[in-house]
């Protein structure tokens, strides 16, 4: 029988990796200007950030909301007036 305090440490584990993963392929699409792909990756990984139920989730959520707004920001002065 499994030990259900593990449970929660190892789905926490799970969510991080699955949120950092999703982060560095969008940091990966950003980097080849594929700037709606990295958006669109960076939203599903704050979403799945936002369920990790810790203070972690605080640093991975801020730092993808970091990153997202870097995205945006290099969008917005490549389009000039578009």
Do not use: C, F, K
């Given at each position: 029988?499994?030990?259900?305090?593990?449970?929660?440490?190892?789905?926490?584990?799970?969510?991080?990796?699955?949120?950092?993963?999703?982060?560095?392929?969008?940091?990966?699409?950003?980097?080849?200007?594929?700037?709606?792909?990295?958006?669109?990756?960076y939203?599903?990984?704050?979403?799945?950030?936002?369920?990790?139920?810790?203070?972690?989730?605080?640093?991975?959520?801020?730092?993808?909301?970091?990153?997202?707004?870097?995205?945006h920001?290099?969008?917005?002065?490549?389009?000039?007036?578009?």
């Amino acid at each position: 029988m499994s030990n259900t305090n593990n449970v929660e440490p190892l789905r926490i584990r799970q969510l991080r990796a699955i949120a950092e993963n999703l982060r560095s392929l969008a940091n990966l699409h950003r980097e080849n200007h594929n700037y709606v792909i990295a958006d669109a990756l960076y939203v599903r990984s704050l979403s799945v950030a936002e369920q990790i139920h810790s203070s972690e989730n605080d640093v991975v959520g801020s730092r993808i909301r970091t990153e997202q707004q870097v995205a945006h920001n290099i969008h917005s002065g490549n389009n000039g007036g578009r």
